[in-house]
């Protein structure tokens, strides 16, 4: 989940099982929101994206669900491996700006 | 296409200095964002341009920010005076349109350190 504050909230998960990391948004007017993953050294990358007319997207290997009633995102990542050990952050469009929060760090272990 | 270019990837410098990093975006996006990563406030948007002209500048944090973007295919963010609490990864990213559709592209970032 998201939190404020110094420490990144961590998810530590087997090589092979699923992962999943939520988020929950601030806009309840936000239409569009994006997942990116973040890893050591490099700017944020675009994993994949919803809009609000739709509650589950599916990628390679990843799905988004938006839950509007209660303002909740998640990212679901399916057989987990070491390349995915990342910080992951889900970004909201808000006023033709994206606001991103805070992140959460996924360790895999081997 | 080579992404999008910030230089120079490490800055360290004293409190007081003048700083400019600078951003290349992709060519043919018309927006360009500037954010700033530190750990309490994460990804923090300072500025936008669209087609070159400054759009939204109200996470520039103080005066002592400046940003520009002479043409296309040139960004600039100045600090003056720098200040420890600069002290940041600040990126720039790019994109086809405002609402990011298949999100913005980000650069490698410019890890700046005040001392």
């Known amino acids: 989940g998201e939190s404020v504050g110094l420490h990144l909230p961590t998810l530590s998960v087997q090589e092979g099982d699923n992962s999943i990391i939520n988020c929950a948004y601030s806009n309840s007017a936000s239409d569009y929101f994006i997942w990116y993953k973040q890893e050591s050294g490099k700017g944020p990358q675009f994993i994949i994206d919803?809009?609000?007319?739709?509650d589950k997207r599916q990628g390679q290997r990843v799905t988004v669900l938006l839950n509007k009633t209660v303002k909740h995102l998640s990212l679901q990542i399916a057989a987990t491996q070491p390349g995915d050990s990342a910080v992951y952050f889900c970004?909201?469009?808000?006023?033709?700006?994206?606001?991103f929060g805070q992140g959460t760090e996924l360790s895999v272990k081997p | 296409d080579a992404g999008v270019i910030q230089s120079p990837r490490h800055e360290v410098t004293e409190m007081g200095q003048e700083v400019t990093l600078r951003c290349k975006p992709i060519s043919g996006h018309d927006y360009l964002f500037w954010y700033r990563q530190t750990m309490m406030r994460g990804l923090e948007l300072l500025i936008y341009?669209?087609?070159?002209?400054?759009?939204?500048d109200s996470g520039m944090p103080e005066d002592r920010f400046s940003a520009k973007m002479p043409n296309a295919s040139f960004s600039t963010l100045k600090i003056q005076p720098s200040e420890p609490r600069d002290s940041a990864v600040y990126f720039c990213?790019?994109?086809?349109?405002?609402?990011?559709?298949?999100?913005?592209?980000f650069g490698s970032g410019t890890r700046l350190t005040v001392v």
């Open positions: 919803i809009r609000s007319n739709m």
């Open positions: 990213a790019s994109s086809l349109t405002s609402t990011g559709k298949n999100g913005y592209t």
């Open positions: 970004a909201e469009l808000q006023g033709g700006k994206l606001i």
């Open positions: 341009f669209n087609n070159n002209v400054p759009i939204d």
